[in-house]
């Protein structure tokens, strides 16, 4: 079982570059999020689907998109990375509605901007 | 909104004794608390989840939570803590969003529990 699977797993950006988060679940989610996690501020959410076709913001949305490709696939696109968006980025998916609540998390994609 | 609280960084214990990460919930209505779990590298887990009923909820590992209503906590529990136990322990709390209803999960900061040998 894959579960969650985030790409890349390390990734360093200078300044003003751009970059796409890919992930991806195989079973049959509905909803996905994705998360950053910063030392001392836990998980905070960036952005989620609650469903195929469409997407929401989260807590910390500012310099980041989106995209729900399909049921499988959730991208987080950096536009313009700032140092500030250094971090550990992390992809999860949830089954929606009632069953909302257990998140399956991917492992990580650790992001250094310059 | 809904937040939950983790007051402590960081919780060391001996391996065998008894171990209690805490964490305290602040909800309008009634509470749905959570409890995941981070090992180095990885994403996190889910351990277990109170959403009614008794009080003492049990879940993955040999872990429980008590859901204490007076005191606004769910704290994490085990009887006899492993070394590989040591982990980043995450309270969260269900947040229910303008969107439809959707629910979602607000994570507090984070405990890190160290079980030395």
């Known amino acids: 079982n894959a579960g969650v699977t985030q790409t890349p797993k390390f990734q360093v950006l200078k300044t003003g570059q751009s970059m796409t988060l890919q992930c991806a679940q195989d079973?049959?989610?509905?909803?996905m999020y994705w998360y950053r996690q910063d030392p001392g501020m836990g998980l905070r959410l960036i952005y989620y689907?609650?469903?195929?076709?469409?997407?929401d913001k989260g807590e910390v949305p500012n310099g980041y998109n989106v995209s729900r490709l399909n049921k499988r696939e959730f991208s987080l696109r950096l536009e313009s990375a700032a140092p500030s968006q250094t971090s550990v980025y992390f992809c999860a998916s949830s089954e929606g509605g009632r069953r909302n609540e257990k998140l399956f998390f991917g492992s990580g994609t650790q992001l250094s901007v310059l | 909104a809904q937040s939950v609280a983790q007051p402590e960084d960081q919780v060391n214990v001996a391996e065998g004794n008894p171990l209690t990460v805490k964490c305290t919930y602040s909800?309008?209505?009634?509470?749905?608390l959570f409890w995941y779990v981070q090992y180095p590298n990885r994403g996190l887990q889910f351990l277990l989840k109170y959403i009614t009923g008794d009080n003492l909820v049990k879940g993955s590992y040999g872990f429980e939570a008590e859901f204490n209503k007076s005191q606004t906590s769910f704290h994490l529990k085990k009887p006899s803590a492993l070394v590989s136990d040591s982990a980043l322990y995450f309270c969260a709390v269900r947040d229910i969003g303008v969107d439809k209803g959707f629910q979602k999960l607000v994570f507090g900061t984070g405990t890190r529990l160290l079980v030395s040998p």
């Open positions: 909800v309008s209505g009634n509470p749905y």
């Open positions: 079973m049959n989610h509905n909803s």
């Open positions: 689907s609650a469903s195929e076709g469409t997407t």
